[in-house]
């Protein structure tokens, strides 16, 4: 019979925090999954790299290996990059390597979520009424419209569910609204409370850095309360999705859902993009560590986002 492992692909951050808990993830599946052998890697700075976990997979005789991208929603990084490196790993290896699919939009991640946004109001008390709360909910940010419109959808889905007064979204880089404007924006809609969720599943940097501009912001605006909820981390519902996706992959429906995809058909504003081989842009930040000295990379190689200059986006990004 042959082996079957399991293989977690992170796209990987300079912080140090986000890696330990990605690596908390894999120690959470490995428990769901006690007759496999489940391992990991990274697209960029961390280690191991995607292809030293798959190494790790192999060398203790795994032949078919089981790929799931940790990704909330599937941009350039799980359309292109991940599977990229899968099919260059297995046309020189003796393995075989079935890919998975993002986690997606699902009922599981709407109810992590709103258990997130509700444990962090209850913790502030009810003397503000949820009619008077707006939510911003902030994302990553993609050069996909396919996934930024998908941070549209969780939101609204949230804020009908919730029941709360209004709803935004903001992204923490390639996109825009970003989160500083986004936050003033919302601070001039008149809500006397402002709860930010950021659709993520690990701390990092972009974390990080979303939660400075919600402070930022509560000093600007002392009159409106700011409550900033806990990314999804590792909350129960997301390791049951990941056992969802890999289970998938078995059953063979796992189908990605393609039909906005701006790789295969003609997207307002990113024509350009259809049909572009595919190809990971990582190379050269594999496995070059964590901290202060793992710089950012550029995407000047990428084809050119074609709201690049965007006063709201990523020109403004660029300036901080």
């Known amino acids: 019979m042959v082996k079957t492992g399991i293989m977690i692909c992170g796209h990987g951050s300079r912080d140090e925090d986000a890696v330990h808990e990605f690596h908390a993830l894999q120690n959470g599946l490995e428990r769901l999954l006690p007759e496999h052998d489940v391992d990991s890697g990274f697209l960029e700075f961390a280690r191991p790299t995607i292809g030293e976990g798959l190494d790790a997979l192999r060398q203790r005789g795994n032949k078919d290996v089981v790929a799931l991208p940790a990704m909330l929603f599937a941009a350039a990084h799980a359309k292109n990059d991940i599977p990229a490196l899968l099919n260059d790993y297995q046309a020189c290896n003796d393995i075989n390597i079935r890919y998975g699919r993002e986690l997606g939009v699902t009922p599981a991640l709407l109810q992590a979520a ?58 923490s880089g390639v996109t825009f609204p970003l989160t500083a404007p986004a936050l003033e924006h919302a601070a001039r809609m008149g809500f006397k409370r402002i709860v930010i969720f950021p659709w993520f599943l690990f701390t990092g940097v972009l974390v990080k850095r979303i939660y400075a501009a919600v402070d930022e912001a509560a000093r600007a605006h002392p009159n409106i309360e700011f409550v900033k909820a806990k990314y999804f981390s590792d909350h129960p ?22 039909q906005l995809c701006k790789y295969r058909d003609s997207m307002p504003g990113f024509e350009a993009e259809v049909g572009l081989p595919q190809e990971s842009h990582h190379h050269h930040v594999e496995g070059i560590g964590t901290g202060a000295h793992a710089h950012a990379h550029d995407h000047s190689h990428r084809p050119s986002y074609p709201h690049a200059n965007h006063p709201l986006g990523p020109a403004s990004l660029k300036k901080e």
């Open 114 to 171: 709103s258990e997130r946004i509700m444990d962090a109001l209850d913790k502030v008390g009810d003397h503000i009424p949820r009619e008077n709360t707006l939510l911003l909910l902030a994302g990553r940010g993609a050069s996909d419209p396919d996934a930024n419109a998908n941070v549209s959808k969780v939101m609204r889905l949230l804020w009908e569910g919730l029941g709360l007064g209004w709803g935004e979204v903001c992204y």
């Open 237 to 258: 519902l997301i390791l049951q999705t990941f056992l969802e996706r890999a289970q998938e992959v078995d059953s063979g429906d796992n189908a990605m859902n393609c």
